[in-house]
């Protein structure tokens, strides 16, 4: 039951009392890439939306006249920005707040809508947890039309029901879920950083070669003591994959490790939720466990069983969003089918190789792009057994290691956090939205903890 003071409301409701307060993007004749510009008004698209609780990420433009011709379709700083179209509905949707400070105006892109809040009634943070909750998820995949491409409409937003708080509680409520979304923030900027730190040290080494090319021409390889500096040779060799440092080997992709393939299920063998282990599909590689997760009571070959910290690959699915490698985060499940379990015999190999795949990535979308059919494309393990790569001796796998190993393990445990934290949040979020919970109570949890 929701809190004593908290009425019922729809979101048509809530909506400023303004021309285009709630509103979808332009016909699609009226905005397209030919009206794009390199500055000006930026266009928000659904990958603006992804980016946590802000319209963030790379924007294209349109001029200043082209948004003045759209202006019914603009969004300002304060407003919440939501995906009317694809199988992110399906998955409970998509939104965030236009930021204040960056740009005074932005165009919604024709696969979005837009919602111009009544600041009197309500807060634009607090709308933002309302539509990230479980009950509106529910409310998506109930609702969403499923000829064709997955869709809502503004009819189904304008009706969907709330029960709305006082403003000042709204905006605790709202306080204290951010402090935990600002803590998943951190950790992702943190990582983003650890990440970019362990990419430069790997393509310096195995890619560009520079410690090699340093001793080539009589110099020291700058950032590394010369214990180090004597693991690498003073010169190259030509291979298969042109000139690779002495003593270093060209080899298939798939040799790097063992690739096993997870299994395939069918829809009798799930059972409920809770019974057995989760299986692991993409969508759960992206977003963990959730409600939509298939679970199965099904005997399954160990190598098939996955666990926190393991490595995995995504060979098949839409090539630009699907194909990457990941670290599972969220304990024991059983791997669905086009993902690889990918297993090395080290512990240094196996960041190696996730380093490697992640050099990789583009050259392997490319390679899933050229075979894409119904917007799928997959890399096989001809792909792989064709696809070489440049192996360092041991000593230098070794160096490398223990140069990143401590930059890894940072990384792992700031996912780890960030998923407890996660699975918190949208723990309290029914609790507060329905008044089972007082804002008090959490602070005084919180603060105990």
Known sequence: MAGDRSILCTVGELAAPIKNALVGGPFGSDLGSADYVPSGVPVIRGQNLSNGKFVGGDCVYVSESKADKLKSNLARPGDLVFTQRGNAVLHGGQVAIVPDGKFDRYVVSQSQMKLTPDSSKVDSRFLYFVFSSSDYSHYLRSNAIVTGVPHINLSLLRDYQLYLPPLAEQRAIAAVLGALDDKIELNRRMNATLEAMARALFQSWFVDFDPVRAKLDGREPAGMDAETAAL???????????????????????????????????????????????????????????????????????????????????????????LEAFLWSSGRGLLNQHIFKVISPTAAEKRFVYYLLQHLRPLLVETARNKQTTGLGHVTIVDMKRLLVCMPNKGVLSAFDRNIATIFDRAFTNTLESRTLATLRDTLLPKLLSGELSVADVEHTMENA
Do not use: M
């Not at 291979?239 to 080899?251: D, K, Q």
């Not at 282990?277 to 759960?284: D, F, Q, T």
């Not at 098949?316 to 969003?321: E, F, K, L, R, V």
């Open 232 to 322: 690498f040779p003073d010169g190259f060799k030509e291979s298969e994959l042109g000139h690779i440092p002495t003593g270093w080997h060209a080899i298939p992709l798939y040799d790097t490790a063992q690739w096993v393939n997870g299994a395939a299920f069918r829809s009798e063998d799930f059972c409920a939720t809770g019974e057995g282990l989760p299986v692991i599909k993409i969508a759960e590689l992206k977003d963990g466990i959730s409600t939509q997760t298939k679970w199965c009571q099904r005997d399954a070959a160990p190598e098939k069983i996955i666990d926190t910290g393991d490595l995995l690959y995504s060979w098949s699915g839409s090539p630009d969003t699907s």
